[in-house]
């Protein structure tokens, strides 16, 4: 798969047919490891885009009257003909609860779909990151997050439906006491950074989001 040698993720096949095989067997308990070869669904053909929209009601000044608001969540390589871009956004995990209980928070490597008997999946390869905490930071009223890692140390990256994406999210890096270097540019933050702030102030949306209890 010449995505994964893209990404450096030799193992985004395995991803891709457990991401599969949960789609037709959301009621199936059983560790992806443990299903055996023949169980595992496969598909030989995706196709790779750099951004979806994500439309939802946000009433406030920039939405308008009807409170609906677009907006573009991107993945690429290059943007505008310079570096790489990865966006941040949020994910629905639990929607029985309220605010960033129910949301985490992914970085998004690459968007893609396939077909699989005659029917389309929207997908994303995506980073995750874990709370820091069950409350927001007291000084600054922002969750804090930062990458999950797995049992080796590596970052954990999956597969998820598109649908599962709420809406962007804007992360600002936890600063040390120590100067950033020069070298460092804005989209190096993501790799260099250690831990980040939700930003619940980028918009009256996330503002309201971030909020809930």
């Given amino acids: ?46 196709t790779v885009v750099n951004s979806v929209a994500a439309l939802f009601y946000a009433p406030s000044d920039i939405s308008g009257i009807g409170g609906m608001r677009r907006e573009y969540i991107r993945s690429c390589h290059s943007w505008q003909n310079g570096p790489p871009r990865y966006d941040c956004a ?35 390869v995506v980073q995750w990151f874990d709370r820091v905490g069950d409350e927001p930071d007291a000084d600054t009223g922002m969750w804090i997050v930062r990458p999950t890692s797995t049992r080796d140390h ?15 999210a804007h992360l600002i890096p936890l600063y040390g006491t120590q100067f950033v270097s020069r070298n460092i540019k804005p989209h190096h933050s993501y790799d260099i950074f250690t831990a980040f702030y939700v930003n619940k102030f980028v918009d ?3 503002y309201s989001i971030l909020s809930a209890t």
């Fill in 1 to 46: 798969m010449e995505l994964a040698k893209e990404l450096s993720l030799p193992h985004l096949p395995t991803l891709v047919e457990e991401f599969l095989f949960q789609q037709l067997n959301p009621d199936d308990e059983r560790n992806f490891g443990d299903v055996p070869i023949y169980e595992r669904p496969t598909c030989n053909k995706i």
């Fill in 90 to 124: 949020f994910v629905n995990t639990d929607p029985g609860l309220n605010g960033m209980l129910g949301l985490d928070i992914v970085r998004v490597l690459t968007f893609f779909s396939f077909v699989f008997h005659d029917k389309r999946y929207p997908c994303a």
């Fill in 154 to 168: 590596r970052r954990a990256i999956s597969v998820i439906h598109v649908d599962t994406i709420y809406r962007a």
């Fill in 204 to 206: 009256h949306h996330a």
